[in-house]
């Protein structure tokens, strides 16, 4: 299947091992967790790259001293509406330090994208070619973030750029928005908290 890593997409380099099958000697693999806590040391101490693949019912915190051993960090997301691997995605880059490829697996459409990379993710699975060219598009849909997250720590706000003016709508483009509609009654200005 491709993956979009870093806006581009890729042919997936990791070959997916059942926990019943031999493991290769130097090849990328991902494992599932049961079998990486199960097999922790020989799988340490191959040649290759050694990844893991999360069930959304996994927990951060039963992988989360093992995060310096792994090369990439599979989460899979069972439905579209099911928020779950956001949470473990955050908490293994944020809480556990997690600093390889954390990927998002399952039937997600690329209207998320924005919020798996703030969540840390960095790489998609997609489950074919269309697929794959519909969310490299939708890597460069949003360079604006207005919070802290675990893939941005400067956001608008706290470089100045974005101010409570802005939360307020006043200023020029308040001033044009008036003269637009000056038969409409100006409404109370609300304070927003930042």
Not at 38 to 59: H, I
Not at 67 to 91: C, K, M, N, Q, W
Not at 129 to 152: H, I, K, L, P, R
């Amino acid at each position: 299947m491709p993956i979009i890593k870093d806006g581009a997409v890729i042919d997936d380099p990791w070959l997916i091992i059942d926990d019943q099958e031999p493991v290769p000697v130097s090849q990328p693999v991902m494992v599932s967790l049961t079998r990486w806590q199960a097999e922790r040391d020989a799988l340490r101490g191959r040649n290759g790259m050694v990844g893991v693949r999360m069930q959304t019912t996994d927990l951060a915190d039963e992988i989360a001293g093992d995060v310096g051993h792994l090369d990439l960090i599979a989460i899979e997301f069972p439905a579209i509406g099911d928020g779950r691997g956001y949470s473990t995605g955050r908490l293994l880059r944020k809480r556990h330090g997690f600093t390889g490829e954390l990927r998002a697996v399952g039937p997600l459409v690329r209207d998320v994208f924005l919020f798996l990379k703030r969540c840390g993710f960095d790489a998609v699975e997609a489950r074919d070619d269309a697929e794959a060219a519909a969310w490299s598009d939708a890597v460069g849909a949003f360079t604006v973030a207005y919070q802290n997250a675990a893939e941005c720590n400067d956001p608008l706000h706290s470089r100045g750029l974005l101010t409570s003016n802005h939360l307020n709508a006043t200023g020029p483009a308040s001033e044009s928005r008036a003269s637009n509609t000056a038969d409409v009654p100006p409404s109370p200005r609300r304070r927003i908290s930042v």
